[in-house]
């Protein structure tokens, strides 16, 4: 069965600093996987998504995924964080990604970025 | 193109009740998902529909249940309701079926039980 693991649940950089946000996943399959995001009282906005085309994928607002089959890992960063990045970020995989739509998410990780 | 919408925004119910969301999905998107999110639970998979057909179902009660109208519209219901049940329902949409089609959510509906 698919699943994700966020590795941490809590993280606070300061404004200008990289981000790093965690993410391990598991698959019987070659997995579709993604990082979505969603502020207080909004709904899931696409950061990216990554379907085998390139490990390393671009989404937006400066965000950049690397897929490391090797490592089982997803991890999501941003060379420099802004004020307006504080959200919360969730890792999904696909539960089968020529099937169905269903997807199995992390349990979040909540971004805080200082001034 | 308009986003992913539900109604109502914000519901109030009491425990006993039933309840009907609605979700219309991105103008030429045909599957729609929905996903329940709490605080202990995260978010889980509740149900997806492509063509009016339920294609995949999460580990859920029969109480909640759902349909697809021929204009891709959906709606799910929750009948009995439980304070456990109080979450916030999410909404997706995506062109195809399959993660294949990525989905877009919508600000989904918040209900509270009392």
């Known amino acids: 069965a698919q699943s994700v693991t966020q590795l941490d649940s809590h993280v606070s950089v300061s404004e200008g600093t990289p981000v790093l946000l965690r993410c391990n996943y598991s698959?019987?399959?070659?997995?579709?996987l993604f990082w979505y995001v969603q502020h207080p009282n909004k709904g899931l906005q696409l950061l990216l998504k990554?379907?085998?085309?390139?490990?390393l994928v671009k989404g937006i607002n400066g965000f950049e995924a690397e897929f490391k089959k090797s490592e089982t890992s997803f991890h999501l960063t941003k060379p420099s964080a802004h004020m307006s990045d504080a959200a919360e970020y969730f890792c999904?995989?696909?539960?089968?990604?020529?099937?169905?739509?269903?997807?199995?998410f992390g349990q979040g990780t909540t971004l805080q970025v200082k001034p | 193109k308009a986003g992913v919408t539900q109604t109502p925004r914000y519901l109030i119910k009491t425990r006993g009740q039933q309840v009907t969301l609605s979700c219309s999905p991105i103008?030429?998107?045909?599957?729609v998902s929905w996903y329940q999110q709490t605080p202990g639970q995260g978010l889980q998979f509740l149900f997806e529909?492509?063509?009016?057909?339920?294609?995949n179902k999460g580990n859920f009660p029969g109480r909640f249940s759902g349909r697809q109208f021929s204009n891709s519209r959906s709606e799910m219901n929750v009948s009995t309701l439980e304070l456990g049940d109080s979450a916030l329902y999410l909404c997706?949409?995506?062109?195809?079926?399959?993660?294949?089609?990525?989905?877009?959510f919508g600000p989904g509906t918040r209900l509270l039980v009392l």
């Open positions: 698959s019987s399959y070659s997995p579709s």
């Open positions: 103008s030429g998107h045909r599957s």
């Open positions: 990554y379907t085998s085309a390139a490990t």
């Open positions: 999904v995989v696909s539960e089968d990604p020529g099937n169905t739509g269903k997807l199995i």
């Open positions: 997706a949409s995506s062109v195809g079926q399959g993660a294949a089609g990525t989905q877009y």
């Open positions: 529909y492509f063509s009016e057909t339920q294609r």
